[in-house]
Nanobody, 120 residues
């Protein structure tokens, strides 16, 4: 049983910054991949940034150069640092992780989301 908890969402002005956090807890072997998605009102959920297998990172074109995702393996957390925020960054941000429960079994989990609002 694994739980993902997001935090850090807030109301900020355009050009401001936020740092989100996703923490995984429970009993598991290791994290395979972990990423952040967002869903704006009336739009489809999209991938924002993610750690892939092997520790490489992927970013949506819309956030490259502004967002940086980092992780703390010891604490099983991932932190998107979001700079130069734009109104179109507004949405609910969700953490997703594929986690190795054992050496041969992996499962995917979603957090409940944290609201990010960029507005004057």
């Amino acid at each position: 049983q694994v739980q993902l908890v997001e935090s850090g969402g807030d109301l900020v002005r355009p050009g401001g910054s936020l740092r989100l956090s996703c923490a995984a807890s429970g009993r598991f072997s290791s994290i395979n991949t972990m990423g952040w998605y967002r869903q704006a009102p009336g739009k489809e959920r999209e991938l924002v940034a993610a750690f892939t297998t092997g520790g490489s990172t992927n970013y949506a074109d819309s956030v490259k150069g502004r967002f940086t995702i980092s992780r703390d393996n010891a604490k099983n957390t991932a932190h998107p640092q979001m700079n130069s925020l734009k109104p179109e960054d507004t949405g609910v941000y969700y953490c997703n992780a594929n986690i190795w429960i054992t050496y041969s079994i992996n499962r995917s989990y979603w957090g409940r989301g944290t609201q990010v609002t960029v507005s004057y």
